[in-house]
């Protein structure tokens, strides 16, 4: 697999499953709420999500 193909397969990986979306929206909750542990709080805030998947 060379670069180009490389690069997108991956873009069209994160298109299909938001992944920017989702990061963005877990970084907007961290600053917003700045939780003392960002792991554990990125932790839950994902396992909700994926719970409501």
């Keep these: ?3 180009d ?3 997108n397969g991956v873009e069209d990986y994160i298109k ?3 992944i920017h979306e989702l990061l963005r929206d877990s970084i907007v ?3 917003l709420y700045r939780p ?3 792991v ?3 932790r839950e805030y994902f ?3 994926e719970v409501s998947s």
Excluded: A, R, T, V
Aim: negative net charge; charged residues 20%.
């Design 29 to 31: 909750h961290l600053c």
């Design 40 to 42: 554990g709080y990125l």
């Design 36 to 38: 003392s542990n960002p």
């Design 16 to 18: 299909q499953y938001n």
């Design 5 to 7: 193909s490389f690069i």
């Design 47 to 49: 396992e909700k999500l």
């Design 1 to 3: 697999m060379d670069d």
